[in-house]
């Protein structure tokens, strides 16, 4: 059974800095794409970042773009989303999730395993 656990979330204010950390058990975790997605209250899910199976492509939405970082440690089954320059808008639940093949993608039917969500909260 695949598994995926978020943590890293919390409360900062504005301009403040957060690292999400998502642990993968259950399947080869550098088989496939992992992605970060957010969801605010009143709101839909929206794509944050992505990330191909080897690292070396990345996929970001606009309004991240130059502040978060995702990457991968595939030796520890886990993928990272540095968030920098936080801002009130970032609040959100962060979701990790799994992706369908290799490569990333910026739809949420591309990912099939979902992680349970972290809290992120920023104060102005």
């Known amino acids: 059974q695949v598994q995926l656990v978020e943590s890293g979330g919390g409360l900062v204010q504005a301009g403040g800095s957060l690292r999400l950390s998502c642990a993968a058990s259950?399947?080869?975790?550098?088989?496939?794409?992992m992605g970060w997605f957010r969801q605010a209250p009143g709101k839909e899910r929206e794509f944050v970042a992505a990330i191909s199976w080897s690292g070396g492509s990345t996929l970001y939405a606009d309004s991240v773009k130059g502040r978060f970082t995702i990457s991968r440690d595939n030796a520890k089954n886990t993928v990272y989303l540095q968030m920098d320059s936080l801002k009130p808008e970032d609040t959100a639940t962060y979701y990790c999730?799994?992706?369908?093949?290799?490569?990333?993608?910026?739809?949420?039917?591309?990912?099939?395993?979902w992680g349970q969500g972290t809290q992120v909260t920023v104060s102005s």
């Open positions: 999730a799994s992706g369908r093949g290799i490569y990333g993608s910026s739809s949420h039917r591309e990912y099939d395993y």
């Open positions: 259950g399947r080869t975790f550098s088989r496939y794409a």
